[in-house]
């Protein structure tokens, strides 16, 4: 379908159902001894919710997770089932973010951003990491981009193992903020990013951003019916049970956005958590 | 959940998304170079006919297969992309028969049934040989039954690499054939067979029930509300894309129909061909 042959790394298949357990893990298995003993805390109503409540839970020590009230059940229901204790607040960003002061002044836990933070985009890396070493020989590799912890791994760890691969982030161009940021060299945030990729709607870190701005080929967009059109493909013909976020790069290949014929070609499939009552099509 | 660790052989990742595969590759290439010249026919609605028309197509013959008028355009589209000709035919099992006849004395085509033919059956047999391979140690292990052919070839190929290994069929209890069938000693045709596991409508073939009565511990059967529940849970779970018939094992487990806890356990998932637009929740 697509001209080339495209090598899939499976995050769906991660603990969690999404690479973001990579990135948790590293940061809490960082932590000296020391450090470790109060815990982890972060805000999130999502995957980064339950990654760091299971590596925190595999290293023995306490997680605190601050989510929103408007939070699915499900979702809060899998944070509980990893032993993290639960601070539910109002669904604003000034809540979530004055709750978890409060969380970390109270507990001493420390804080693990999802995205913007090093430890977290190096173990990101690793999906990368693995995927080189799986298949040798890619030239191109994409990966979506949200708040940018994949992609800044994902070009990280290819400028370092397979400097000659270019990297290729994918962006909805309903959330397009990291190809504006990238073009314009410096943040520019989301305002009201609407997307169905709902892994995507962050706004890119500071972090992120100087990484990508070192190690990134370019940034290519796509459109709504495309990426559901791909997630579709990777469902029906691949067998592959994805969420909207990560048939984003997929959607880039299908729709022309980016021309891979004859180009070994690897994708960085994100993650799985979709709500099956809800599919998009 | 099953309260045992279980191992999933991934049928939905084989080509055409299903075990049928295995059994039109092996009796094909079983051919003589003077027999395959004229090459193969089938009357079928689904995942057989798209099989033996790949496999066909591998071997460089032709592939002539009778499709009922109610077969969906989706399949007939899959059928014709692997070069096969199609000869379509009212959609009752005399018609299918006759139709095939008439191809087949034009032809000269040999037939290959979906599952009543022992080299159907010694192909199906590689995917519980390569779980063997790939998983010693299994005590237990379980497989749909429809027409008998992948049940038939997991319970020959398990005698012969470990006979130590309990193999069982699981069927639903509303198109219970197979369970009856042993029950009385003698093939009691299906009449009237409903169940969403659609791959599981037809009736156990003789040659099927010889190999079943001579290899296989027992057949259970399962309610539609546990086959919805156990597909639900692979989907959501595990990620793993299969049709209702490839949840039917693993009903049998969280229904408590068969008590796996302590026991390694495999399943044998057999495909994954499922409309994305008529999902059963």
């Known amino acids: 379908m697509a001209g080339a042959a495209l090598h899939f790394k499976c995050e769906q298949l991660q603990k969690v159902g999404a690479f973001k357990f990579r990135g948790a893990t590293n940061a809490v298995f ?29 290293r023995g ?7 929103p009230s408007s939070a699915s059940p499900v979702k809060r229901a899998a944070v509980e089932g990893y032993g ?24 001493g836990a420390h804080f693990v951003h ?54 290729i982030g994918v962006e909805p161009a309903g959330a397009a903020d990291a190809y504006r940021s990238m073009a314009a060299g410096t943040i520019v ?41 791909a997630m579709r493909a990777l469902w029906q013909r691949a067998k592959l049970l994805v969420e909207p976020s990560a048939a984003v790069p997929l959607a880039a290949l299908l729709s022309g956005a980016i021309d891979p014929r004859g180009v070994p070609t690897g994708i960085i499939l994100s993650g ?3 709500d099956l009552d809800g599919l998009p099509w």
């Not at 709750?99 to 507990?107: G, I, P, Q």
């Not at 995205?115 to 191109?140: F, K, M, S």
């Open 30 to 58: 960082s932590l000296s001894d020391t450090h470790a003993t109060a815990g982890v805390a972060t805000h999130s109503s999502g995957n980064h919710a339950q990654a760091l409540a299971l590596a925190a839970r595999n």
């Open 114 to 167: 999802p995205y913007d933070d090093h430890r977290v985009i190096a173990g990101a890396a690793t999906a990368a990491l693995e995927l080189h070493e799986q298949v040798p020989g890619l030239e191109l590799l994409l990966a979506p981009v949200g708040g940018g912890g994949l992609l800044a791994g994902t070009a990280l760890a290819t400028q370092l193992v397979a400097p000659d691969c270019r990297v």
């Open 61 to 67: 020590i306490p997680a605190h997770i601050v989510m």
């Open 189 to 229: 945030p989301s305002i009201d990013p609407r997307t169905i990729a709902d892994g995507l709607l962050t706004s890119l870190g500071q972090r992120n951003f100087a990484i990508l701005q070192r190690c990134l080929h370019s940034i290519v967009t796509v459109g709504e019916a495309d990426i559901v059109m």
């Open 84 to 107: 993290a204790s639960i601070t539910t607040c109002e669904p604003t960003l000034a809540a979530r973010e004055t709750t978890l002061e409060r969380v970390v002044a109270r507990t």
């Open 272 to 274: 799985g958590n979709v």
